[in-house]
């Protein structure tokens, strides 16, 4: 059954770089399938924290030409494939996916269609509602990197976590646990203690009381010093928490963490970006789908609120945001 794809589509877009003021409903031109790519009919699109940065346009140095407008935001989502270009040969119409498009030139997902890579399209992972498919691909590759690709977490590895109740924090307990890695946690709030408790990581503190608990948890959680830290949140209490990380140890953090954490003597320090490939997907799914996993998310909004979907997310939420779309 071959699907109709419309000329036309509605957006939340921008006319010009800026404040709340400039994201709005559009009707735009549903982009065009190129070789090597896939049209999605979009069902639910992530809400980043990094999207109010984008809409203000500080990503444009990032991007190899000039953005043109209508800007249509949003890096990650899932729905179904209605169409693919030339060499496509994993993805067929009626797959459902979860992608990721960071910087897209051809737009994002907080429309009703979107086109992206096939490379960065993998299937929705079993178990997996459409809405947690539609906020996996940017903060589960993020983690994934972190863990698996700078600090190479492996059987019995003591980790930190810090950071371990927002979207790429809640992901990475679970996957650092399915790597073996014996993990305490320093969430944000009684809410973000209570679902990372229940994620399954071994200790969760919260980073929003007395700094000097929290390294005193971390110091009788691993006597001898950690031997690694993912680090999502910055600032003092992050900092103070890194002097548990033994010699030899390593911290990794992805890039955009402010203030990024200090350099120590004899302790590694990684800053990394989540970049979207074949391989990091099927990890991710392979890890995901190896025993029941949950994706937190928090609040699901409908499109035309995208505006107030990006004022939330800089407020205190547990996991990701949403935009249901179709």
């Not at 004899?266 to 099927?282: F, K, P, R, W």
């Not at 392979?286 to 609040?299: M, R, Y």
Request: contains cysteine; aromatic residues 4%.
């Amino acid at each position: 059954m071959k699907t109709s794809i419309p000329s036309q589509m509605k957006a939340a877009a921008l006319d010009r770089f800026g404040g709340p003021e400039v994201l709005g409903m559009k009707t735009v031109t549903v982009p065009e399938v190129g070789a090597g790519e896939v049209l999605i009919k979009v069902e639910t699109a992530g809400v980043g924290s990094w999207d109010s940065a984008e809409r203000e346009g500080e990503m444009e140095a990032m991007k190899p030409g000039k953005s043109s407008f209508p800007y249509v935001l949003g890096t990650d989502g899932a729905g179904t494939v209605v169409a693919v270009g030339e060499g496509v040969t994993k993805c067929k119409a009626g797959d459902k996916v979860y992608a990721s498009g960071f910087l897209n030139t051809k737009g994002g997902f907080y429309a009703e269609y979107a086109v992206v890579k096939e490379v960065n399209t993998a299937p929705v992972p079993k178990g997996l509602s459409a809405e947690q498919a539609g906020v996996l691909a940017a903060d589960g590759i993020t983690a994934l990197q972190g863990l698996q690709d700078a600090l190479k977490v492996r059987q019995g590895m003591t980790l930190l976590v810090y950071g371990a109740s927002g979207g790429v924090g809640h992901l990475a307990v679970q996957l650092a646990r399915r790597l073996g890695a014996k993990v305490i946690a320093v969430a944000s709030g009684a809410d973000g203690v209570e679902l990372v408790t229940r994620l399954g990581a071994e200790k969760v503190v919260d980073g929003r009381g007395d700094a000097n608990a929290v390294v005193k948890a971390i110091r009788e959680f691993a006597p001898d010093g950690l031997d690694a830290a993912l680090v999502l949140a910055g600032g003092e209490g992050s900092q103070k928490a890194l002097e548990a990380v033994k010699k030899g140890g390593h911290i990794a953090f992805p890039n955009g963490v402010e203030p990024a954490p200090q350099r120590r003597d004899g302790v590694q320090l990684t800053a990394y970006n989540g970049e979207s490939n074949a391989d990091v997907l099927a990890r991710l799914n392979k890890l995901i789908e190896a025993g029941p996993f949950h994706v937190e998310v928090s609040k699901v909004y409908r499109l035309d609120d995208a505006g107030k979907a990006l004022e939330a997310v800089g407020k205190h939420h547990l996991g990701k945001l949403a935009l249901r779309i179709h």
